[in-house]
């Protein structure tokens, strides 16, 4: 079982950069994404389910994120518009394999599996 994320690098303020997160060995029910800053604690930023409708997003990153998937390809994206300095953090994508309710998405207790990280700097 792996996620591998992948589309992190520098990119100016203002700028946009989609992340991948590519998930192989089984099926898992839901997607995040999370991130961690420099001295800061790891947080939520995005989750999806693998099916239906539904997303949800930490309040920092609303109309300037969105995450999306494609099932066919096992890959969930991260859309990522108008960075700033503060979106500077390493991203994790993460997953799990049973169905939860929306308001457990943001926990990052509740999720199996995480990929390694990737690295996204927003600097002038």
């Known amino acids: 079982v792996q996620l591998q994320a992948s589309g992190g690098g520098l990119v100016q303020p203002g700028g946009s950069l989609r992340l991948s997160c590519a998930a192989s060995?089984?099926?898992?029910?839901?997607y995040a994404w999370f991130r961690r800053a420099p001295g800061k604690e790891r947080e939520f930023v995005a989750a999806?389910?693998?099916?239906?409708?539904?997303?949800r997003y930490a309040e920092s990153v609303k109309g300037r994120f969105t995450i999306s998937r494609d099932m066919a390809k096992n890959t969930v994206y991260l859309q990522m518009n108008s960075l700033q300095p503060e979106d500077t953090a390493i991203y994790y994508c993460?997953?799990?394999?049973?169905?939860?309710?929306?308001?457990?998405?943001?926990?990052?207790?509740?999720?199996?599996?995480w990929g390694e990280g990737t690295l996204v700097t927003v600097s002038s």
């Open positions: 993460a997953a799990r394999v049973n169905r939860i309710i929306t308001m457990y998405w943001p926990t990052d207790t509740y999720y199996d599996y």
């Open positions: 060995g089984r099926t898992f029910e839901i």
């Open positions: 999806i389910p693998r099916v239906g409708g539904g997303t």
